[in-house]
T-cell receptor, first 110, second 116 residues
Framework: KQEVTQIPAALSVPEGENLVLNCSFT??????LQWFRQDPGKGLTSLLL?????REQTSGRLNASLDKSSGRSTLYIAASQPGDSATYLC?????????FGKGTMLLVSP | DTEVTQTPKHLVMGMTNKKSLKCEQH?????MYWYKQKAKKPPELMFV???????INESVPSRFSPECPNSSLLNLHLHALQPEDSALYLC???????????????FGSGTRLTVV
């Protein structure tokens, strides 16, 4: 059974810092890995999707990498802003389901 | 249209009530999902529909009854719920993950359910 772990569980940084969120998964037989953002009480917004054959994806200030062999993915956020404050979830797509990590709660202070 | 639309956004119901949650997508996705999310926890899978047929039921109590009337709609019928069922209910859709085209999951904004 796939298990997804995210480190750290919470992170507090001042505005402007670059930061890295970590995600690890136990079963490398994934179709893709997806990073989501969730604001309190809201739904999930997809940030980046990395196919199993890809190494990284970029969108604006966000960059996600994937190393299937080691079972790891990272989400890099450049020049963080208070509006980036949210919970970030990574999820691994298996044969028929999506397995989530417990998330990293990010707070960016002005 | 690249959205999953869920209605209602908020719902308060008594333990003897019957209500339904609705989910709609027009992206041509043939897999649709219901997830339940409690505060500060990740979403938990409840049901998976693939090509309008129920393919996964994660041992969900029978007071939750899913329905997929067509390829664009997914309903979750609620009856005799308990206070502990209060949560955010999320709908999602995707191309079937095991298919050749896999562009990830799209989630709706959720229905905040409170059972009193």
């Amino acid at each position: 059974k796939q298990e997804v772990t995210q480190i750290p569980a919470a992170l507090s940084v001042p505005e402007g810092e670059n930061l890295v969120l970590n995600c690890s998964f136990t079963d490398s037989a994934i179709y893709n890995l997806q990073w989501f953002r969730q604001d309190p009480g809201k739904g999930l917004t997809s940030l980046l999707l990395i196919q199993s054959s890809q190494r990284e994806q970029t969108s604006g200030r966000l960059n996600a990498s994937l190393d299937k062999s080691s079972g790891r993915s990272t989400l890099y956020i450049a020049a963080s802003q208070p509006g980036d404050s949210a919970t970030y979830l990574c999820a691994a797509t298996g044969y028929s389901t999506l397995t989530f990590g417990k998330g990293t709660m990010l707070l960016v202070s002005p | 249209d690249t959205e999953v639309t869920q209605t209602p956004k908020h719902l308060v119901m008594g333990m003897t009530n019957k209500k339904s949650l609705k989910c709609e997508q027009h992206m041509g996705h043939r897999a649709m999902y219901w997830y339940k999310q409690k505060a500060k926890k990740p979403p938990e899978l409840m049901f998976v529909y693939s090509y309008e047929k129920l393919s996964i039921n994660e041992s969900v109590p029978s007071r939750f009854s899913p329905e997929c009337p067509n390829s664009s709609l997914l309903n979750l019928h609620l009856h005799a719920l308990q206070p502990e069922d209060s949560a955010l209910y999320l709908c999602a859709s995707s191309h079937p993950p095991w298919g050749l085209a896999n562009y990830g999951y799209t989630f709706g904004s959720g229905t905040r359910l409170t059972v009193v």
